[in-house]
């Protein structure tokens, strides 16, 4: 079960979002419950493509998030570390400037299937 950063409770079908739940452009956050506990997503969109990593920082293993789901930069070219503002390419994750900088986000491999974003094994 996902639910978004407003505690909205995704629908049963083991979807981690719908697509419309992300912004076009912007981003949201998401977790999920397993058997080993709470998984904590970010995820971007740019149009019909979604990048989704790990919500931890490689530097501090923090939450990336400035206010729940946000996570880009004032721009919305990068996503920013709200904790000590390392930033990170988009489309890779990887670190582009700050004290992780040549570090990476951990990537999460999903699929858009009928609208809707999946966590794939």
């Not at 996570?71 to 990170?88: M, P, R, V, Y």
């Amino acid at each position: 079960m996902a639910t978004d950063a407003g505690g909205a409770s995704d629908a049963a079908d083991g979807a981690l979002c719908g697509l419309d739940d992300i912004p076009d452009g912007g981003s949201n956050g998401f977790l999920t419950e397993t058997s080993d506990g709470r998984l904590l997503y970010l995820a971007v969109r740019r149009g019909p493509r979604v990048f989704v990593y790990v919500n931890a920082c490689p530097h501090t293993g923090m939450p990336l998030d400035f206010r729940p789901g946000q996570f880009l930069n004032a721009d919305k070219t990068l996503i920013q570390c709200s904790t000590h503002g390392a930033e990170f390419r988009i489309e890779d994750g990887h670190c582009v400037s700050g004290p992780c900088e040549g570090d990476r986000l951990k990537p999460v491999a999903t699929e858009i299937r009928g609208g809707r974003v999946y966590v794939i094994a």
